[in-house]
């Protein structure tokens, strides 16, 4: 059973932000299917009404915090020992494949979350995840680091290869394995559908970028605002036909529409598309004419045409 745990409460400084709005992030993040949900101790005390202990991983830093804070599903610390409780989970680090073989010494701690690896996919990662799975036979969580940009890939293969406990970020805050990436792969390598509805995405997206100052890029994938612009005239044609042909999943999954945007990649399915959004059944000899002219424009102007430039140009045709 795949279980994911968000760390994105770790990963930034919160305490200049309004307690409603990180007890609103807390809400949004477990609705999009997770399994646990990790914050400390301040936060903790921030937003105690809001939290569900049972969904719920503390981070402590002493064992003995446990009986300070009981009730959570689990808790994270990184001097765990061999006499903790079930329930805790010691944290190691291990920044890169050359330091795998100190992993043996912790082989008789019960639970354990294996954090870095950064480098691991250039290597045999597969008999390395199948390494450390036969060393610790307790709960094994990876969390891998993105020094490499591989953390999202890693943290898919950790799953794809069997691995159940993956801890992941919001688009990868604080250097580590993308949230919504990784839901999404498994969406559809996988089938793993813990949330059919993924729209929250966009939510937690506006709200991410408002308590951090941080604009996402407009291309991150599956929460980047322009991901399905698509100006090329045979991907265009090609959407219009079976859009599996291009796009892994409708947009409307994760809340967005598909935008078709005129520029001079554009061709004739592209200009038909876009006239029809507007209610115009354009003659086919008008088009070849149009495409000439929007093709010059968006060379003169450096870019596409948003839709006012298009209809602007559309009506000296009609």
């Known amino acids: ?58 981070r402590i830093h002493y064992p003995t915090q446990i009986n300070t804070f009981p009730g959570f599903a689990g808790y994270v610390c990184r001097l765990g020992s061999l006499e903790t409780p079930l329930n805790l989970i010691s944290e190691i680090q291990i920044n890169d494949v050359r330091e795998l073989n100190q992993i043996s010494k912790y082989s008789e701690n019960k639970n354990v979350r294996i954090i870095g690896l950064d480098d691991l996919l250039i290597h045999d990662y597969v008999n390395t995840f199948a390494k450390i799975k036969e060393i610790f036979s307790g709960r094994v969580e990876f969390c891998p680091q993105n020094r490499y940009y591989c953390a999202t890939s890693l943290a898919a293969e950790w799953v794809l290869n069997k691995g159940e406990n993956i801890a992941v970020s919001f688009c990868g805050s604080g250097g580590f394995a993308a949230l919504e990436e990784l839901i999404m792969i498994l969406r559809i390598a996988k089938r793993h559908k813990p949330n059919m509805d993924l729209s929250v995405f966009r939510k937690i997206k506006e709200l991410y970028q408002e308590l951090t100052g941080y604009q996402i890029a407009g291309n991150k994938a599956v929460i980047g605002d322009h991901i399905f612009d698509v100006e090329s005239g045979i991907h265009v044609d090609g959407i219009l036909k079976k859009s599996s042909n291009y796009e892994p999943f409708e947009p409307t999954v994760v809340g967005m529409s598909r935008n078709i945007v005129i520029g001079k990649h554009s061709g004739k399915s592209a200009v038909e598309m876009k006239l029809k959004e507007y209610g115009v059944i354009p003659k086919s000899e008008i088009i070849s004419i149009l495409l000439t002219r929007i093709r010059e424009e968006s060379i003169r102007l450096g870019r596409g045409l948003n839709d006012r430039e298009f209809i602007s140009i559309a009506r000296k045709f009609s």
């Open 1 to 58: 059973m795949i279980k994911i745990t968000d760390i994105t409460l770790c990963t930034f400084n919160f305490k200049a932000a309004p307690e409603h709005k990180v007890s609103q992030l807390y809400s949004l993040l477990l609705q999009t299917g997770i399994s646990y949900i990790e914050i400390d101790i301040p936060l903790f005390e921030l937003i105690e009404e809001t939290v569900d202990k049972s969904k719920t991983v503390l």
